[in-house]
């Protein structure tokens, strides 16, 4: 590296021209030529595609790596460029970064826009000599996810590469930056049921068959599940009912038919596939019929060499532990486990997708340090960091 401190991005400078980049989900184009103009100039070879087609496509993702010595280790930044709509009401422009105070406001100022700035600034930090680095940046989280990080983890597996560790910048942090990471995070699956009937009058109920009852009754075996009380390191698994459609305008009509979604998050002693067979042998006995969507499976990188590094940035730059946590909805971590072990840390997560969505700017400066000293303790390290199982 022959950069100067005095020419060293900041994250600050970073985040502001990734913000002023709209990329409502599904992103493309722009703000992945703004990342690539920040990662070249450090040395970084940059491979970009666009994945899928309409409705869920087409997706950009990037892949940018800048290898070590040859059999060094090496560390991946993750995340994605690609932000909720940012509504109405903001009171600065959402794609407008703006400082006020000590803040920083614009979307993806905090997921995860900001966190990606840190990375950048981070990997300026770490020497070539250090090992190999690199980012796994998509355009497709916040959206369906069909055509993001999965595609990503294709192209590393058709080039040979394979991370050792990988860290997700997502927004972990609760009331500080720093007082949480997550090790792992519970699954994910929708099942959309529905039960057939015979339409008829209502005063005729035996010339009928009415699903109602039916759904209804489905519906009360599912609630009642408790499926199980938590692990060490994960909450209870629970099912939610979340939608009821029968559809009927008339009022003196048997209906044809009624269904129901529900949505279960659950931890690491459950599979989708598990669930999806318990809730479609619940329904079949009612007379059901369902069609399960697994969005992704629990997964824990257990608590070892890679958790105890980033334990020991953290207190280093701001002087607390972190919590390691499972809690929260899923990420594209559900997707990198099964590359190698991986644990999520980014900024604080009050602001994301509400408007003025904000980032405390000397954060950002913390994180960049944070995410410095990770990627070269990562890169020194000898052992695997920890195992990530599903």
Request: hydrophobic share 45%.
């Amino acid at each position: 590296m022959t950069r100067t401190a005095t020419t060293l991005p900041t994250a600050l400078d970073l985040a502001e021209a990734l913000i002023a980049c709209p990329s409502v989900t599904p992103a493309t184009g722009l703000v992945f030529d703004c990342l690539e103009a920040q990662l070249k100039p450090l040395g970084f070879t940059v491979h970009r595609a666009l994945s899928g087609a309409a409705p869920d496509g087409p997706v950009e993702n990037l892949y940018a790596v800048r290898r070590g010595p040859p059999g060094s280790r090496h560390f991946a930044f993750a995340g994605h460029l690609d932000v909720v709509p940012p509504g109405e009401g903001w009171s600065s422009g959402p794609f407008l970064p703006e400082r006020r105070g000590n803040l920083l406001y614009g979307r993806g100022a905090v997921d995860m826009k900001g966190s990606i700035a840190a990375m950048v600034a981070a990997a300026a930090q770490v020497p070539a000599e250090a090992g190999t680095l690199s980012f796994l940046i998509t355009g497709d989280e916040e959206g369906p996810a069909v055509h993001g990080t999965l595609a990503l983890i294709d192209h590393l597996r058709a080039v040979g590469d394979q991370p050792d560790l990988c860290l997700v910048g997502e927004p972990t942090s609760v009331q500080r930056l720093g007082d949480m990471a997550k090790i792992g995070r519970r699954g994910s699956v929708n099942v959309w049921i529905e039960v057939a009937g015979k339409e008829g009058h209502v005063a005729y109920p035996h010339l009928a068959d009415n699903p109602v009852p039916r759904l209804v009754a489905l519906l009360a075996e599912l609630d009642a599940l408790v499926l199980d009380e938590g692990t060490d390191w994960f909450q209870p698994s629970n099912l939610e009912i979340t939608e009821i459609v029968v559809g009927n305008p008339a009022t003196n009509v048997i209906p044809s038919k009624a269904s129901a979604r529900l949505s279960i998050r659950f931890n690491d002693r459950h599979t989708g596939a598990s669930l999806s067979a318990l809730v479609d042998e619940i329904a079949r006995r009612h007379g059901g019929t369902t069609r399960p969507v697994v969005s992704g499976e629990a997964f824990l990188t257990e608590p070892g060499a890679f958790s105890a590094l980033l334990v020991a940035a953290v207190e280093a730059e701001t002087g607390i532990t972190p919590e390691l946590s499972t809690t929260g909805g899923t990420s594209d971590a559900r997707f990198l486990k099964a590359v190698c072990p991986v644990i999520e840390f980014g900024l604080c997560n009050a602001t994301m997708h509400k408007r003025d969505e904000a980032v405390a700017i000397e954060d950002l400066d913390t994180l960049a340090r944070i995410y410095a000293r990770v990627a070269l303790a990562a890169l020194a390290a000898d052992g695997s960091g920890g195992e990530a199982a599903a």
